[in-house]
């Protein structure tokens, strides 16, 4: 599906550790993409793997109103520790909306709605990503096999139809606070995400 993949790379240390920086150029939407690497992926054994999608607010300003931050972080750390895996840094801010329809998003939510039903009131999907270039990402890569840092099942159906064979989930939660736990329960109890601990769902009226 992409061929002649741009990309470029580097060596990066960080406080998480030393890692390669790879750069992808997505076709078509000229959306550039980026993997932190470390270790061997030649083995073709599962490599603990992270679909971290952009979030501004959270990976950059700090926002406590999601985990997004907060993921990022514990993602790199299980990462350097394990000796081997990969992060992969994806352009799909709010959940593929982008930034000005998720301050749009967030404006709703001061009024009220969900993070789910703010997406709705404006006419978007709950959830616009995409993960085929990620799993093109991985193959340029080398991984075909992953261990998958998430709460998302869509994340590992999504990946599995496009080719990657997800041996298991490893849970990433983190980042749980007084501001983003309702977000966080409707991730749970509406978008099917997989929490440990979350409040149990209000009951319909």
């Keep these: ?9 580097c060596r990066l240390t960080t406080a998480h550790g030393d890692f390669r920086l790879y750069g992808f150029k997505e076709p078509g939407t000229g959306l550039e993409h980026a993997a932190l690497c470390c270790g061997d992926f030649s083995d073709g054994s599962p490599v603990l793997v992270r679909l971290h999608s952009e979030c501004l607010t959270g990976d950059t ?18 990462i350097a520790k394990e000796g081997r895996g990969a992060l992969l840094y994806l352009r799909q801010e709010g959940r593929g ?23 709705r009131l404006l006419g978007l ?15 340029e890569l080398g991984i075909s096999s992953v261990r998958l840092l998430t709460n998302n099942p869509h994340k590992m159906d999504s990946l599995s ?13 983190v980042g749980r606070n007084r501001r983003n736990g309702a ?21 319909d009226d």
């Design 1 to 9: 599906m992409y061929q002649d993949i741009e990309q470029a790379l």
């Design 125 to 139: 999907p709950a959830d616009a990503r995409d993960y085929g270039f990620a799993a093109a990402m991985l193959g």
């Design 61 to 78: 300003f700090g926002s406590c109103h999601c985990d997004c931050g907060p993921q990022l972080r514990g993602a790199l750390e299980a």
């Design 183 to 203: 977000y966080l329960d409707t991730k749970a109890h509406r978008m099917g995400h997989l929490f440990d601990i979350l409040r149990e769902a209000p009951a």
């Design 97 to 119: 909306i982008g930034l000005l329809n998720k301050i749009r998003a967030y404006a709703l939510q001061e009024k009220g709605a969900d993070t789910l039903d703010a997406n």
């Design 161 to 173: 139809k496009h080719g990657i064979h997800v041996e298991d989930r490893v849970p990433l939660q």
